[in-house]
T-cell receptor, first 110, second 113 residues
Framework: DSGVTQTPKHLITATGQRVTLRCSPRSGDLSVYWYQQSLDQGLQFLIQYYNGEERAKGNILERFSAQQFPDLHSELNLSSLELGDSALYFC?????????FGPGTRLTVL | DQQVKQNSPSLSVQEGRISILNCDYTNSMFDYFLWYKKYPAEGPTFLISISSIKDKNEDGRFTVFLNKSAKHLSLHIVPSQPGDSAVYFCAAVTNNAGNMLTFGGGTRLMVKP
């Protein structure tokens, strides 16, 4: 158990819809990261927040957005969903270089 | 442009033997490297890391070697156990870029009893 929690575990929705994925970091970790893993591919960095502020941005689509709240939990919002957005979405948190990952949310867009 | 590459998508070894997983990178700004292990339906689990100022780091059965001049790192697992069967990802960090991890594509290790 990494101490990072993600909800929901699975999400099935239709094209064009909007979903919100939630992440609670390990206690004391200020940094939260979001990654996407599409089928049989490596993890792609999406975005990082540090203590409520956006710190770094990766290959995140304009249809996607994220935020980190004062209690340090984070949400990833995915809108106008397309079939290709079906993937595993992982959240990670860290205090330094080692990032600890949550169990992921599997998103299926039908 | 893949900055971190794991050229072997899969590797099969016999229990008790050594597993060697390789990783190459192109960005000379990377200064910290990590290995993660991933089981199906779970998040990646941190295994071992190495700073660019070192060339070796050991933790039990796991040793990571870094060759900066070749931009190459490897993970050695000895002796390999069936429970080591998983997908292994190497990742690299540039500390002045928000600590984001750049992952390789992963190598599926199968340890046969």
């Amino acid at each position: 158990d990494s101490g990072v929690t993600q909800t929901p575990k699975h999400l099935i929705t239709a094209t064009g819809q909007r979903v919100t994925l939630r992440c609670s970091p390990r206690s004391g970790d200020l940094s939260v990261y979001w990654y996407q893993q599409s089928l049989d591919q490596g993890l792609q960095f999406l975005i990082q927040y540090y203590n409520g502020e956006e710190r770094a941005k990766g290959n995140i689509l304009e249809r996607f957005s994220a935020q980190q709240f004062p209690d340090l939990h984070s949400e990833l919002n995915l809108s106008s969903l397309e079939l290709g957005d079906s993937a595993l979405y992982f959240c990670a948190s860290s205090q330094d270089n080692e990032q600890f990952f949550g169990p992921g949310t599997r998103l299926t867009v039908l | 442009d893949q900055q971190v590459k794991q050229n072997s998508p899969s590797l099969s070894v016999q229990e008790g033997r050594i597993s060697i997983l390789n990783c190459d990178y192109t960005n000379s700004m990377f200064d910290y490297f990590l290995w993660y292990k991933k089981y199906p339906a779970e998040g990646p689990t941190f295994l071992i890391s190495i700073s660019s100022i070192k060339d070796k780091n050991e933790d039990g059965r796991f040793t990571v070697f870094l060759n900066k001049s070749a931009k190459h790192l490897s993970l050695h697992i000895v002796p390999s156990q069936p429970g080591d069967s998983a997908v292994y990802f190497c990742a690299a960090v540039t500390n002045n870029a928000g600590n984001m991890l750049t992952f390789g594509g992963g190598t599926r290790l199968m340890v046969k009893p």
